[in-house]
């Protein structure tokens, strides 16, 4: 079928009240920015539901990327006719008569807003219905739970026939629940605590860490991809690389070795807030999952967290490895995460890393070193990069962070 529209229907977006209209005009810019590249459609986002005109897009590979938009419940592709009744009837046989295999079963459900119309639902329940009984053979009727429904509503600038209904990604509309800094390494969890902190409508910026030249570009250009598979939820994605090098290389030089990933997750944590207060960040987003290794038990939270009194949200905190595996593969990120790249965490890691350090030797430790000099320094040196949706990565729009704030 040749649609012409699709029908977006809201989620808990019906619940936010007062606030509904700023959660909807937040999902509208998200789907424009999901749907870039699509010059010809055009996008309304109403107060009862949202129309996308396709304009001759290709409804299917815009459905594609709408199912991946947080703050959508379902969505519709429909077909749009004049309000002729004629024009009506033969697009409904045509839509039912495409989806139609033997002992299928149909209702019709109308809805009219433009009660000037010569019909009202009934009859136009009526009328659809046994138009469709005569000219598709073998259908049925069945009024509950039937194969096809076929919705027809009738509005003053037409009439809108539909039959299928596609679940969307549900959640809220990212950027209503402000700002996060998600922690991104090249593995498997931090993507899927970025999806799922976007699903609650966090707008995440991605701050990956990387050393060269113990970390290759292949690392830097994976994190970047990975960022790319997190596009489709809200478009553009800016992302912030951290030059970590001297830190790591001091923290080598000058703290005892079980420690080594103490103070460097430290580290990492001191960077991202600062990062986080001169971008608007409310809090930071990171992978972790309580006991998979040293850095993610109790103690070491403890040990770790000190350094900053923003937020740390662990969204895969209480789900095991295969759980976060299989978000990983459902949000496609999981091949690309496994590819054998070095990253941060990874390089000098000691062969037994301490799993319950004390917070007072990790004081003792880290006053070895020139923690502002270092802060200051990579800081310096941090670029942003803005990542747009269907693209490997874009180097246009970025430069260094002094010049981005």
């Known amino acids: 079928m040749q649609y012409t529209e699709i029908m977006v229907r809201y989620g808990e977006l019906s619940t936010k009240g007062k606030n509904k209209r700023n959660f909807i005009d937040r999902l509208g810019t998200n789907v424009r920015n999901s749907l870039r590249g699509f010059d010809d459609l055009v996008v ?25 938009v947080f703050g959508i419940q379902n969505f519709s592709p429909a077909i749009r006719v004049e309000q002729d009744l004629d024009a009506v009837k033969e697009t409904a046989v045509a839509m039912v008569s495409e989806q139609f295999v033997e002992g299928t079963t149909f209702k019709v459900n109308t809805r009219r807003s433009d009660h000037d119309f010569e019909l009202d639902t009934n009859e136009m329940n009526d009328e659809l219905g046994g138009w469709i009984l005569d000219h598709v053979p073998g259908i049925t009727v069945k009024m509950k739970q039937p194969d096809i429904i076929l919705r027809v509503e009738v509005r003053a600038n ?37 999806y799922l902190g976007m699903k609650r409508g966090v707008s995440m910026e991605m701050v990956h860490f990387f050393s060269p030249p113990y970390t290759s570009e292949q690392a830097l250009a994976k994190a970047k991809e990975l960022t790319v598979k997190l596009t489709p939820y809200v478009g553009t994605i800016q992302f912030i690389e951290v030059p970590f090098t001297e830190i790591q290389e ?12 103490t103070i460097t997750r430290r580290f990492m944590l001191r960077l991202t807030e600062k990062i986080a207060e001169l971008r608007g960040g409310l809090a930071i987003f990171n992978g972790e999952s309580l006991g998979q290794v040293a850095s993610q038990t109790l103690e070491s939270m403890v040990a770790i967290n000190d350094v900053t009194t923003m937020p ?21 990120t999981f091949d690309l995460s496994i590819k054998p790249f070095e990253d ?15 917070l007072d030797r990790s004081r003792e430790f880290e006053a070895r070193l020139d923690i502002d000099g270092l802060i200051e320094r990579a800081l310096a040196g941090v670029k942003v990069t803005k ?12 430069g260094l962070f002094a010049e981005l704030l």
């Not at 295969?322 to 978000?327: K, Q, S």
């Not at 990874?346 to 037994?352: C, E, M």
């Open 312 to 332: 740390i949200i662990r969204p895969v905190v209480s789900m095991d490895k295969n759980e976060i595996i299989d978000v990983a593969k459902k949000i496609d």
């Open 387 to 398: 990542i747009h949706i269907g693209e490997e990565y874009l180097n246009e729009n970025s």
């Open 44 to 68: 309304k986002a109403n107060r009862d539901r949202m129309h996308i005109n396709l304009n001759g897009d290709d409804s299917e590979l815009v459905m594609q990327r709408l199912s991946q």
């Open 158 to 194: 037409g009439i809108f026939l539909s039959s299928e209904t596609r679940q969307g990604a549900g959640g809220l509309p990212v950027g209503t629940a402000g700002k996060g800094m998600l922690m991104l390494s090249g593995g498997i969890d931090s993507p899927v605590a970025g």
């Open 250 to 261: 001091q923290i080598k030089h000058d703290v005892p070795e079980p420690y080594l990933m």
């Open 344 to 358: 941060c965490c990874t390089i000098f890691a000691p062969p037994a890393p301490k799993t319950k350090p004390r």
